[in-house]
């Protein structure tokens, strides 16, 4: 699926049950994160995989739900974003321990 990014109409191919959905982030190539509504459990974020997700052109009952859900939903935040490499923590500063302390003898 060539997807312009966020927001876009998806369906989902669910051990051959299609579900409807709106594309919330893309994690990697091969990785979707896609808000689909549970029948038991109501709007979910759901991770699947890229080859079983196509795109769809009309709106289904179930968007205003899954608007909202995307809505309420803090913005992924990927590694680059946070300004890492991909390697340790991410974080500058206090890069030692300290030192030990004197008694003051």
Not at 62 to 72: E, H, Q, T, Y
């Amino acid at each position: 699926m060539d997807s312009d990014g966020p927001s876009d109409l998806v369906t989902i191919d669910a051990a051959g049950h299609p579900l409807d959905g709106i594309l919330f982030d893309r994690p990697s190539s091969g990785k979707l994160v896609v808000a689909v509504v549970d029948p038991k459990r109501g709007p979910v974020l759901r991770t699947v995989d890229a080859k079983t997700v196509t795109e769809r052109e009309t709106d289904s009952p179930g968007d205003k739900a899954l608007r909202s859900l995307i809505r309420r939903t803090p913005a992924p935040v990927h590694g680059a974003a946070r300004g890492a490499s991909g390697i340790g923590s991410g974080r500058a500063g206090h890069t030692r321990a300290s030192m030990h302390r004197t008694t003051g003898k």
